[in-house]
């Protein structure tokens, strides 16, 4: 059994954060772990409040998993503080962590800031350079890049400059674009497109944890990065395709499309 450890804030409405994480993780057949960074009082319309964890708590349950459970990817969301980053990045060197998975979480999905502004100079010089692979999505990748992103040629430009200053890869995000949805990752210099049509569908609460997660599953399985975000990619177009329709603002995805109806584990069936 392959493990994956989540790094990130709660959704008590379940449809983002580690809720989405480990579903993710769940579903595609690793071992789901989690040390929670923040508690979120949030729901498909908006994140109410936020209850920090102290970095020294965080640091006791990155001890417990580590000493215990070793993990073999790890996936980072929402850290909103410069002290909890450094706490993460410190624990992550001592245990030489593998398959480092950094999604830049700044703004939830309805809006709601999720990242003090001192963070991102933390994030970019503790985590980013620890990462296998950094998944901004456009908004996200403007605000490193320090440009507009409105065409591929904008995501080149913008995964070119941001990967430059990475020992990783980064994965541009096309979510945000209106006339599809390819995403872009530039490794080592060199850029491959991972193509797909835009999926109708305003429920898109969490998409970003679940792809990140999706990617630190299969790193852990085996695959390699390009191979990873591929199928990552396909079980998150899926999952938008399976058209799941809860609350009253942007819903979550349905994670697990593929089980069947009333839960028959190792049954068959078709939820799409």
């Keep these: 059994m392959k493990c994956v450890l989540t790094i990130a804030g709660s959704d008590s409405s379940g449809g983002a954060g580690i809720q989405a994480d480990l579903k993710t993780m769940t579903c595609l057949g690793v071992f789901g772990m989690s040390a929670v960074t923040a508690l979120t009082a949030q729901n498909t319309t908006g994140v109410r409040d936020v209850l920090e964890a102290t970095p020294e708590f965080v640091g006791e349950q990155l001890d417990c998993v580590f ?3 070793r993990p073999q990817a790890v996936k980072i969301g929402m850290v909103s503080s410069a002290p909890i980053i450094r706490a993460i990045g410190a624990k992550l060197r001592q245990y030489e962590a593998e398959n480092i998975v950094v999604d830049p979480v700044m703004v939830a999905t309805s809006g709601s800031a999720l990242m003090q502004g001192s963070a991102l100079t933390a994030l970019m010089e503790e985590l980013f350079p ?3 692979v950094i998944t901004p999505n456009i908004p996200e990748a403007e605000r490193l890049c320090g440009f507009a992103i409105e065409t591929g040629e904008d995501m ?7 990967g430059k200053t ?4 980064v994965l541009v995000k096309g979510g945000h ?3 599809c949805a390819d995403d872009l990752l530039w490794q080592k210099g060199q850029a491959s497109w991972f193509r797909a049509p835009r999926v109708d569908n305003p429920n898109n609460h969490g998409s970003g944890c679940t792809l990140s997660s999706a990617i630190a599953s299969f790193l852990a399985l085996g695959e390699d990065l390009p191979g990873a975000v591929e199928k990552a990619k396909a079980y998150i177009t ?7 329709d809860l609350g009253r603002g942007s819903g979550p995805l349905w ?3 593929a089980i069947p109806e009333g839960g028959q584990v190792g049954g068959k069936g078709d939820r799409t």
Aim: no cysteine; hydrophobic share 50%.
């Design 130 to 132: 620890l990462a296998a």
């Design 166 to 169: 990475l020992p990783g890869a």
């Design 156 to 162: 080149l430009r913008a995964a070119e400059t941001i």
């Design 255 to 257: 994670h697990n499309y």
């Design 177 to 179: 674009r209106t006339d």
């Design 238 to 244: 899926a999952a938008m395709e399976a058209r799941l």
């Design 67 to 69: 000493e215990d459970i």
